[in-house]
């Protein structure tokens, strides 16, 4: 009897574990307003923070069951404007946005709202990879930012109703073909002000192989620069080619072309609290997967 509730609580404490160390946008912001928990997101799934890691799967589009429009409110905003997202674990209060050692990068896609999503319509309009000065992630930086992801929309996009997707990809287990993770929600936005450019796209899923350089890749190793996937970040003003993606050295934000640095640094890295109880600045040394094997119980007993 000890046995069974000893593995009981291992198990309880193993999936809350497991449950902290994923993520997903609970609130958006628009106008420097963070607007209430779900509002403007497309519903999440019942597992709301589980990743996707089948690059083909119709999941990675959104992290929905629902893909219908009329079920979510769209934000209005203004084309060159800078909104955000926020990360987190899951609804409950705290701060808790992501494990530590999920690092990876953060992509930000947009497509027009009219598509659903379907064929060659996601165009990108940020990247942020690994700052090689810093020895910093972009997931370090949404981390260190208490979950915020600012993005700056394109200013010359043409005016409609849009599907925002942001994107965190944890690469922890990145070594393996299929063990990258992918985070990602879709945020519905109606854009006025901007222009007539109607940017190349491309599909999702579609955008990503299994093996592709910036998804199949040893964060362990030592490395010099990381790969971007998907296509190159769409500049306002600029022409409409899908070409791959550059390296991380030339993180954009997708409206002026300028380098984008990690405000972080290891000389800013946050100490380690015991007593803190905010627990999205700890860094955590974690296994790179997420097995987790249950102690045996001796089946043996002295009669």
């Known amino acids: 009897m000890a046995c069974f509730r000893f593995r009981q609580i291992f198990v309880f404490f193993a999936f809350v574990w497991v449950a902290h160390a994923h993520t997903a946008i609970f609130n958006f912001k628009a106008d420097n307003q963070k607007f209430e928990m779900y509002k403007y997101i497309r519903p999440h799934y019942q597992n709301y923070n589980y990743p996707v890691k089948d690059v083909n799967s119709q999941d990675l589009v959104c992290r929905t069951s629902d893909m219908s429009s009329a079920n979510t409110d769209t934000r209005d905003v203004t084309a060159g404007s800078t909104v955000g997202v926020f990360f987190k674990s899951n609804s409950s209060p705290g701060h808790y ?65 849009y599907l925002l997707r942001p994107e965190i990809i944890a690469l922890h287990a990145g070594n393996e073909i299929g063990g990258a993770e992918f985070y990602a929600n879709c945020v519905q936005i109606r854009v006025s002000g901007g222009g007539s450019s109607k940017p190349a796209g491309v599909p999702i899923p579609g955008v990503y192989k299994a093996d592709d350089p910036g998804i199949h890749f040893d964060i362990h190793e030592e490395f010099k620069s990381y790969p971007i996937p998907g296509p190159k970040v769409y500049v306002a003003g600029s022409s409409t080619d899908n070409g791959s993606s550059s390296d991380s050295s030339n993180n954009t934000d997708g409206t002026d072309g300028e380098t984008i640095e990690d405000p972080s640094s290891a000389d800013n890295e946050k100490d380690y609290d015991p007593s803190s109880t905010d627990s999205d600045s700890e860094p955590v040394d974690e296994p790179t997967s997420h097995h987790v094997h249950q102690p045996r119980c001796n089946a043996a007993r002295k009669r």
């Open 97 to 161: 946005i992501l494990t530590r050692s999920h690092k990876g990068p953060c992509l930000v896609y947009m497509a027009p709202m009219a598509s659903n999503g379907k064929g060659d319509v996601w165009f990108k309009i940020f990247e942020q990879g690994y700052d090689t000065a810093t020895k910093q992630w972009c997931s370090d930086h949404v981390i260190d930012s208490d979950g915020e992801l600012d993005i700056k929309l394109p200013a010359d996009i043409a005016d409609g109703e």
